[in-house]
Structures are given as structure tokens and as C-alpha cells.
């Protein structure tokens, strides 16, 4: 029902920046919320941002302050701009939209912070 394609991950040195963007192939006025997850290798995928179709933002706290999650109705996509990157954000970074109880989920893109 809900199609999502991640991209913008990439390498890059730590205190650097990136901007991963998740196009939907539908509106996404009518998704409850949006967001982004993280798995890092033998880790367990963690919620990173999350922004609901009012506006309303969460992150975790070892994001807040550096990641600012997004919504560009207009463009049907969520962004997520991740600054001063760290070692330990090194992780595949999942998109996520909620509608109708049922989550979706794109394929992942690679994020890559090296020392």
C-alpha cells in the first residue's frame, strides 16, 4: 500500500553531515506518521526520529540536538538531516510510515562514520 525508498546514505568522517531523504509512493498526508530506524551490525533496529502528520517530533536522546526529522508533503517525502555525525551513528537507517496499523518499511540505506 505504501512504498518507500530511502536514499542519501554514504561515507563520511565523523563531526561531518548527511541528509537521507525517503520518497512514499503515495501522499503522505494521509500517513499517520513517518520516521526513521536504525540497525547496527548485532544491534537491535532502534527508533531514531519520528514525525507525525501534524508536525509533531520525537528523537532519541542520543540524536537530539544533532538530527532534524522533516516532512515535505508536497514531495511525499520525510528527510532526516544528521549533523555532527558519530562513530557509534554508523548503522543501516530504515524508513518507516504508519497508516491504517499497518507499518512499512523501505529497504535501507547504509550510513557509514568513520574516526
Known amino acids: 500500500q505504501v512504498q518507500l525508498v530511502e536514499s542519501g546514505g554514504g561515507l563520511v568522517q565523523a563531526g561531518g553531515s548527511l541528509r537521507l531523504s525517503c520518497a512514499a509512493s503515495r501522499s503522505i498526508f494521509s500517513i499517520y506518521a513517518m520516521g526513521w530506524y536504525r540497525q547496527a551490525p548485532g544491534k537491535q533496529r532502534e527508533l531514531v526520529a519520528t514525525?507525525?502528520?501534524?508536525?509533531?517530533?520525537h528523537y532519541a536522546d542520543s540524536v537530539k540536538g544533532r538530527f532534524t526529522v522533516s516532512r515535505d508533503n508536497a514531495k511525499n517525502t520525510v528527510n532526516l538531516q544528521m549533523n555532527s555525525l558519530k562513530p557509534e551513528d554508523t548503522a543501516v537507517y530504515y524508513c518507516?510510515?504508519?497508516?491504517?496499523?499497518?507499518?512499512?518499511w523501505g529497504q535501507g540505506t547504509q550510513v557509514t562514520v568513520s574516526s
Open positions: 518507516n510510515a504508519y497508516r491504517a496499523n499497518i507499518d512499512y
Open positions: 514525525i507525525s502528520d501534524s508536525g509533531i517530533t
